[in-house]
T-cell receptor
Framework: DTGVSQDPRHKITKRGQNVTFRCDPI?????LYWYRQTLGQGPEFLTY????????KSRLLSDRFSAERPKGSFSTLEIQRTEQGDSAMYLC?????????????FGPGTRLTVT | AQSVTQLDSHVSVSEGTPVLLRCNYS??????LFWYVQHPNKGLQLLLK??????LVKGINGFEAEFKKSETSFHLTKPSAHMSDAAEYFC???????????FGSGTKLNVKP
């Protein structure tokens, strides 16, 4: 399977714990995006990488959130001191980033439940 | 700033009848627009995209959308609904450099037998 993969698929954690999610994009894609989706809503943009550079961050991304993409391959999203409001589906997407192929390909998501 | 408004949160049609899912956009420049579908417990899948080429865009599974600048609309249509079309549909607009994508709140399509 050469699609976008995310790990884990589900994560249950207690409030105050730190969690880290991983995203592996399609191999030739240089752009990688993170989104958060809560029940009944559309995905909300969190952050964007071009290769290893983080070029955009949403104001939704508080200081407790950090994302990395070392070497421009996989990416990690860490949430420190989780809160119940962080419960959501975290989606990763990748794209080629050329005008003829700007569409994003999404992974299956990581569902986070904070108890 | 860019945004999209999906005018209906729920649409219900009978199998074999036409589908119309409405989307209006706001953009300070000529936008790029997309429709994605999300089936229950499945990932988001691209249906079609508009990036300033032909205004009538054909996508997968018989869906199409027409970009109408004068109406700032990008409605999704299908001539004949199938049971397998039941899902949630998202209209999306990107910023100029495709660095950020803005999703609508979604329209849940129900298809009755």
């Amino acid at each position: 399977d050469t699609g976008v993969s995310q790990d884990p698929r589900h994560k249950i954690t207690k409030r105050g714990q730190n969690v880290t999610f991983r995203c592996d994009p399609i191999s030739e894609h240089n752009r990688l995006y993170w989104y958060r989706q809560t029940l009944g809503q559309g995905p909300e943009f969190l952050t964007y990488f071009q290769n290893e550079a983080q070029l955009e961050k949403s104001r939704l991304l508080s200081d407790r959130f950090s994302a990395e993409r070392p070497k421009g391959s996989f990416s990690t999203l860490e949430i420190q001191r989780t809160e119940q409001g962080d419960s959501a589906m975290y989606l990763c997407a990748s794209s080629l980033g050329v005008r003829s192929s700007v569409e994003q390909y999404f992974g299956p998501g990581t569902r986070l439940t904070v108890t | 700033a860019q945004s999209v408004t999906q005018l209906d949160s729920h649409v219900s049609v009978s199998e074999g009848t036409p589908v119309l899912l409405r989307c209006n956009y706001s953009s300070s420049y000529s936008p790029s627009l997309f429709w994605y579908v999300q089936h229950p417990n499945k990932g988001l899948q691209l249906l079609l995209k508009y990036t300033s080429a032909a205004t009538l865009v054909k996508g997968i599974n018989g869906f199409e959308a027409e970009f109408k600048k004068s109406e700032t609309s990008f409605h999704l249509t299908k001539p004949s609904a199938h049971m397998s079309d039941a899902a949630e549909y998202f209209c999306v607009v990107s910023d100029y450099n495709f660095n950020k994508f803005y999703f609508g709140s979604g329209t849940k399509l129900n298809v009755k037998p």
